[in-house]
Nanobody, 123 residues
Framework: QVQPEESGGGLVQAGDSLRLSCAASGGTFGTYAMGWFRQAPGKEREFVAIINWSGGSTYYADSVKGRFTISRDNAKNRVYLQMNSLKPEDTAVYYC????????????????WGQGTQVTVSS
C-alpha cells in the first residue's frame, strides 16, 4: 500500500502559479490512480483532478479545467498538480489520494490519503 505525502502549498496572490507535489512511499506507485482533492473552510471536500496509473488519462473538475494540470513521474513515485491563474476561491487544503482499482471523482472510493497542504490565494 502507498502512503501519500503532499508538499508545495503556500500563500500566493491571485493570478500566481503554484505546483503541488505528492510523494508516495510504499507499494507499487505505478499501479495506482492518483487524485487531488481539496477542502475549503466550512465546505465539503471536492474533487480536483485525477490521473490514471500510466499518466495516459486525466480528468478535471470544471472549476479548474484549463488552469490546473495533473501529471506523474512513476520513476520518482510522485504526482504533481500545476496550478496556474489561481483565484481566491482556490484557497483550500489540498489532499493527494491513491487507489489501486478506482478511477473516478468520488473521494470515498480512494483508500490512501495524505495529510494535506494548505494553499491560500489572496485577492
Amino acid at each position: 500500500q502507498v502512503q501519500p505525502e503532499e508538499s508545495g502549498g503556500g500563500l500566493v496572490q491571485a493570478g500566481d502559479s503554484l505546483r503541488l507535489s505528492c510523494a508516495a512511499s510504499g507499494g507499487t506507485f505505478g499501479t495506482y490512480a492518483m487524485g487531488w482533492f481539496r477542502q475549503a473552510p466550512g465546505k465539503e471536500r471536492e474533487f480536483v483532478a485525477i490521473i490514471n496509473w500510466s499518466g495516459g488519462s486525466t480528468y478535471y473538475a470544471d472549476s479548474v479545467k484549463g488552469r490546473f494540470t495533473i501529471s506523474r513521474d512513476n520513476a520518482k513515485n510522485r504526482v504533481y498538480l500545476q496550478m496556474n491563474s489561481l483565484k481566491p476561491e482556490d484557497t483550500a487544503v489540498y489532499y493527494c489520494a491513491a487507489d489501486k482499482t478506482y478511477y473516478g471523482t468520488r473521494g470515498d472510493r480512494f483508500d490512501y490519503w495524505g495529510q494535506g497542504t494548505q494553499v491560500t490565494v489572496s485577492s
